[in-house]
């Protein structure tokens, strides 16, 4: 008969950052795809700009929310600190190797943290998440005119005797042409940056959601319900118990 021992995983503070972060993230995926294809959809230019507004919200959600997340793993529990959760670091390559060799035997270790190869992709995740970050402050400075950086983008493009807090999008007259296009230039990398790393970030979550629940079926767990109690049940004694 097999025995169950319950661990405390997840604190509260990383299971609210875990849900708030995926409700961010799924609204930035639905509006973002609205405002890829908005001309297809026959938006107006009202419509694009409150759209544009929606988005960018979401967007400094997710800064907040990631940027407390990156702050917890300084002084969080065990579980949600850095070293917890980063790959590397001493003996980190042997536990990879050695939870790798325990997946091909059919018998895969269980851990009350992120196991080794589950440290690879969050950290991937992260850095996909912070790339769209700055990439989406950037073009939310040159299309909204917003914080952080929209204050300089509108003192580039303001018309001779035009206040630049009075620069707003969609109001042609309030912006200098030649400043303007200037000023689309120099977004247009930042981007396509952005829609490229949109579309790795969906296939990235696609994975990451596809792994949880290889690894709840093989591995069992309770992973999923995890998040939410903060607690696992192992029928095998973790490596990386505390």
Known sequence: MVEYKEYVAWDATT???HWINA???IGLIVTGLVILFDNDLGLSAAGKITLKSVHVSFGYLMALNLLWRFVWAFVGGHYSRWRSFLPGGRGYVASLRAYMASLLSGEPQ???GHNPLARVGVTILFLLLLLQLVTGLVIAGTDLFWPPFGHWFAA???????DPTAVVPGVPDLVEKTAYDSMRAFRKPFVEVHEIGFYVLVVTIVLHL???VMTEIHEGGSITSAMFTGRKL???RPPDAS
Do not use: D, K, T
């Open 15 to 17: 299971r609210w950052f």
């Open 23 to 25: 409700i961010a993230v």
């Open 110 to 112: 269980q851990y009350v």
């Open 156 to 162: 580039w493009v303001a018309a001779p005797g035009v």
């Open 210 to 212: 596809a792994a949880v």
């Open 234 to 236: 192992l029928s095998r």
